[in-house]
Each structure stands twice: as structure tokens, then as C-alpha cells.
């Protein structure tokens, strides 16, 4: 059984400051996703990694995978006040996601 | 297009009834799963759909979780006998295909409070 370990679990940063989130899954898997929670609401898609290398970036969040650790990464850039929220790595296996604990991001002044 | 619409946004029960959650996939949509997102136990697959049936339902917690979906579309996740444990949000999520070549699409939610 695929299991996926995300930490920090909870994040308090200052504006401008840069971090990364991690994510670590256990068994060989097709992909790895990165979703944004905001309270109350469902997840949105923020990046699809498919292969070992891959990187993606969009606005002052990159992403990026390597499936031979078994690991991908969230970095955030400059961080702003809009980024609050919770972020979930999921991990494909047998037709499911599997999901980690999720980063609750708290960005301040 | 339309997404991924679930029915009600928010459900209040009291314990021992049952409740039924509808899930409408985005049209032509094949693939079709349930989750669960509560705060002891975070985001959990519950069963997935292709097509009509059901190859996967190893995330139904008990025998009073059960869920059916009907010409290829609409899905119901019916809960006998709410427990308070069962409160909890009901993501659904649907996808064109398999997870390993389809990115999978989530609805609102349905916030179930059990009494």
C-alpha cells in the first residue's frame, strides 16, 4: 500500500520569505499532484509531475519531482499573503490518490 | 463547461438516520471516486467507479457506507445508520479515464454533520 508523508504539516511565514514543502511517497508511482485548499472550499489543481526531473513552475510556486527518492517538492517563492491556504501533495496508485497530511501555509506581514 | 456538481453543500442528520449524497461528474467523464475529509483522518479514498461498477471499494469504512452509480453519470453515496464519526466532507471527483494518464477533477463537497 502507497503511503505519502507530507511535511511541514504547518507553516507560518513571512511575507517575502521563501520555503519548500516536501513530499515523500513509498512505492513506485504514475504521478504526483499538488492541490491548494482554501477554508471551506474544494481542492484546486496546481501542478500535475509525471516524470523523474520534472519541474513546474507557475507565479512564485515550483514544483518538482524525483522518482528515484521518491520525492517532490513545493518551493515558494516571495511569499505573499494570497498563498494562505493548505496544500496537499497526492500520489497515483491503482486507480486512487492517495493523499498526504496536507501544509497549512500562513503567510503575515 | 460544467464541473463536478455535489448535492447537498451541507447536510445536518441526527444519528441513526441515513443520509444520501449525489454526485453529478463532468459529462463524459468515466471515471468516478468518492473521498472523505475529516480532521482526525485527512483526505481518504473511499470507492471508484468505471463506468457502472465498482472495481474498487476497499475505502468504504463499514457495511453501512454504500454507493451506486447509474448510466454511466450520476453517483450516490448512501450512509445507513449515521454515526457521529461519519461527519465529515464528501469530496467527488471524476476523471476521462485512468489516473495514470487522467488528471482528476474535484467537486465542492458536501459537509455532513452527524448530531
Known amino acids: 500500500e502507497l503511503k505519502v508523508e507530507q511535511n511541514p504539516l504547518f507553516l507560518s511565514m513571512q511575507e517575502g520569505k521563501n520555503y519548500t514543502i516536501y513530499c515523500n511517497y513509498s512505492?513506485?508511482?504514475?504521478?504526483l499532484y499538488w492541490y491548494r485548499q482554501d477554508p471551506g472550499k474544494s481542492l484546486e489543481s496546481l501542478f500535475v509531475?509525471?516524470?523523474?526531473?520534472a519541474v513546474k513552475q507557475e507565479g512564485r510556486l515550483m514544483a518538482s519531482l524525483d522518482t528515484k527518492a521518491r520525492l517532490s517538492t513545493l518551493h515558494i517563492t516571495a511569499a505573499v499573503h494570497d498563498l494562505s491556504a493548505t496544500y496537499f501533495c497526492?500520489?497515483?496508485?491503482?486507480?486512487?490518490?492517495?493523499f498526504g497530511t496536507g501544509t497549512r501555509l500562513q503567510v503575515f506581514p | 463547461g460544467a464541473g463536478v456538481s455535489q448535492s447537498p453543500s451541507n447536510k445536518v442528520t441526527e444519528k441513526g438516520k441515513d443520509v444520501e449524497l449525489r454526485c453529478d461528474p463532468i459529462?463524459?467523464?468515466?471515471?468516478l471516486y468518492w473521498y472523505r475529509q475529516s480532521l482526525g483522518q485527512g483526505l481518504e479514498f473511499l470507492i471508484y467507479?468505471?463506468?457502472?461498477?465498482?472495481?474498487?471499494k476497499s475505502g468504504l469504512p463499514s457495511d453501512r457506507f454504500s454507493a451506486e452509480r447509474t448510466g454511466g453519470s450520476v453517483s450516490t453515496l448512501t450512509i445507513q445508520r449515521t454515526q457521529q464519526e461519519d461527519s465529515a466532507v464528501y469530496l467527488c471527483?471524476?476523471?476521462?479515464?485512468?489516473?495514470?494518464?487522467?488528471?482528476?477533477?474535484f467537486g465542492p463537497g458536501t459537509r455532513l454533520t452527524v448530531l
Open positions: 471527483a471524476s476523471s476521462s479515464g485512468a489516473l495514470s494518464y487522467n488528471e482528476q477533477f
Open positions: 512505492t513506485t508511482s504514475d504521478r
Open positions: 509531475l509525471l516524470s523523474n526531473g
Open positions: 497526492a500520489a497515483t496508485y491503482t486507480d486512487k490518490l492517495i
Open positions: 459529462s463524459g467523464h468515466t471515471a
Open positions: 467507479f468505471q463506468g457502472n461498477s465498482a472495481p474498487d
